[in-house]
């Protein structure tokens, strides 16, 4: 009787300790109902709404002001080392704050364990985004490349057929080599000048797409809560977070060169996205539950693939272009100061981490 006895009192003993664990991990899937203040939460998000489009808007078009402030031109030293900080804020933004947030949706409690609980598809996500991002880089940049030169052909071919006889001309153009080799000289030249402009060019678009995906994530879910204790260090967070990434692609879109109007159109498309999500989140926020299955699926996946995307760009396209530039392995101060760069940049987009 008294092995009965005690048998029931370990039971009940352990009952008591988990129906609370299994009381609250039933509460976490289920949509909040506390009462919250309504209007101070909606002043959180208009003020929310306000920082971060201006803080993208001026993040992303300071290295821009190259064309009138000459210390930012991309052919200085210290364009390097803003790029290698924007870098390490890209970088530790895919690493920090996207893969973790993907990790804590795609295994909680809240979905099935088949498939969910039984295969890390975090990681795997991430790393066929990686390799997407990867083969997209490679043929984009490979198909404007043909298409560049196809139609660059024929005019070097009708330079090199009519300049025979217009010597100074050639001289003009590449007087070091002299007339006798003509536009041949030329295009090597040309050739790479135009490379390095299609790569920038596809970098700058993929690192915006990358960007993109998970700004619309964040300004979905900040729009969509209801908790001014949460909305408010997200506020100053994420102004500072889009001002770093906002640097980073800034820096590449300098480097393209593209015409006015598709500049503005990317620096518009980046600054708005998350303001956009805000307000989208807002407008869902009264059906809206981040702990449903659905929403989870969703925002982990999308953030899987935008880390993917981030950490291949950050690492591969920006850095390793850097740091491997001739300029840079024959300059000391260009390599310390990169380097330093590097380690502030991502420093400061992790400590964010503690408030976002």
């Not at 598809?121 to 991002?133: N, R």
Request: hydrophobic share 45%; charged share 15%.
């Amino acid at each position: 009787m008294r092995k009965l006895t005690s048998s029931h009192t370990l039971l009940l003993l352990l009952l008591l300790l988990f129906v609370p664990i299994l009381v609250s991990a039933e509460c976490t899937c289920s949509k909040e109902t506390q009462h919250h203040d309504k209007v101070k939460v909606l002043k959180f998000k208009l003020v929310a709404i306000s920082s971060i489009l201006i803080a993208s808007v001026l993040g992303v078009s300071l290295p821009m002001l190259g064309k009138k402030i000459p210390t930012l031109r991309p052919e200085n030293d210290i364009f390097f080392m803003i790029k290698a900080f924007a870098a390490g804020v890209i970088l530790a933004t895919g690493f920090i704050h996207i893969l973790p947030e993907a990790f804590d949706s795609l295994t909680s409690p809240c979905l099935s364990q088949t498939p969910w609980g039984n295969f890390p598809f975090t990681g795997f996500i991430a790393m066929l985004s990686a390799i997407g991002t990867m083969m997209i880089d490679t043929f984009a940049t490979s198909y404007y490349r043909r298409s560049h030169f196809t139609k660059a052909l024929p005019v070097k071919e009708d330079e090199e057929m009519h300049g025979v006889h217009e010597g100074h001309v050639h001289v003009h153009t590449h007087a070091t080599h002299g007339h006798a080799h003509g536009s041949s000289a030329i295009l090597p030249e040309d050739s790479a000048s135009s490379f390095e402009l299609i790569r920038h060019r596809v970098i700058s678009q993929v690192l915006e797409l990358g960007i993109v995906v998970h700004s619309v994530i964040i300004g979905i879910s900040l729009g969509a809560s209801q908790s001014p204790r949460t909305i408010k260090p997200l506020v100053a967070a994420l102004t500072f977070h889009q001002f770093f990434e906002g640097m980073g692609l800034g820096g590449c879109i300098s480097q393209a060169k593209f015409k006015s109007r598709a500049i503005a159109t990317m620096v518009l498309f980046f600054s708005l996205t998350t303001p956009i999500g805000i307000g989208v989140g807002m407008g869902i926020s009264n059906i809206y539950n981040e702990s449903s299955p659905t929403a989870l699926i969703v925002e982990g996946v999308f953030n899987s693939a935008s880390a993917g995307i981030l950490i291949y760009m950050s690492l591969v396209d920006l850095l390793a272009a850097d740091f491997m530039n001739p300029r840079m392995q024959g300059n000391l101060r260009i390599q310390l100061g990169a380097n330093i760069s590097l380690l502030l940049g991502s420093g400061c987009m992790s400590l964010l981490a503690k408030w976002a």
